[in-house]
């Protein structure tokens, strides 16, 4: 809630590095995030669409917001948040040639003036014959016809599958509390907003730690992994390396 995220992210905004804060609250909490901006030095971001954005707006919800879409959509929304003189950041995340088409939409749309994230480098390869060069956290804009990019067609050759499914692997969240208590959650990621605060847990504890740990194939992940399924949770205390 706004009392546990102001207080928590006070502790943070004395650092230099942190020069904005996204979402720190459920969106739809529309009173909260009103009186965490105004309780807060660093700009809050939100995503678009959640509250509605007239609603967003009219209550002043945040001092911007992140865009992430398709074509047409961006382009109603960053019109909408122009006409509103709301600086946004582009989120598409994907290889060079996303990164590439994100370049193109920063250099037009006027308030687009926070770092885009395309999570670029989290790839093997960025599926482009000349790599994306950064240069004080900025890219030059290609200027060839298209997106200005030439696909690397040996690359796209090299990471082609034959199926268009991955089992993901199997894991389960691990969070470890200062004091040694540990609880396992059998949810996905995004179901811990929800599934987190309902297991009672302490809001942003000193010293806690939240890790996913991956099926290693042993007795002891199973006999965790069946325990947690359902909704349930695993709750005890380990013997827990300082960290």
């Not at 004080?136 to 030439?150: D, Q, S, T, Y």
């Not at 389960?172 to 396992?184: I, K, M």
Request: hydrophobic share 40%; with cysteine.
């Amino acid at each position: 809630n706004a009392a546990n995220a102001v207080k928590f992210l006070s502790t943070l905004q004395q650092y230099d590095q942190v020069a904005m804060f996204e979402s720190p609250i459920p969106q739809e909490d529309v009173a909260g995030n009103v009186q965490i901006r105004k309780r807060i030095d660093r700009p809050v971001a939100m995503h678009y669409g959640s509250p509605p954005i007239m609603t967003a707006l009219h209550e002043d919800v945040c001092d911007g917001f992140v865009v992430c879409a398709g074509a047409s959509a961006i382009l109603r929304q960053a019109h909408v948040l122009q006409e509103a003189n709301k600086p946004f950041w582009l989120q598409l995340v994907g290889t060079g040639i996303t990164t590439s088409w994100t370049a193109h939409l920063g250099a037009v749309l006027l308030e687009a003036k926070w770092p885009a994230i395309t999570c670029m480098n989290i790839w093997e390869s960025q599926l482009i014959r000349t790599p994306i060069e950064l240069r004080g956290g900025f890219m030059r804009v290609p200027e060839a016809p298209g997106l200005g990019i030439e696909v690397d067609e040996d690359a796209l050759a090299r990471y082609r599958v034959d199926y268009t499914f991955v089992e993901p692997p199997r894991h389960v969240y691990r969070y470890v509390r200062a004091n040694g208590e540990v609880t396992y959650y059998g949810c996905g990621k995004q179901e811990l907003h929800r599934v987190y605060p309902n297991s009672a847990q302490p809001i942003c504890e000193p010293g806690a730690s939240l890790d996913p740990l991956p099926d290693d194939g042993s007795a002891e992940f199973a006999e965790i992994y069946d325990a947690v399924q359902g909704g349930r949770t695993l709750r005890r205390r380990e013997l827990v390396p300082a960290r």
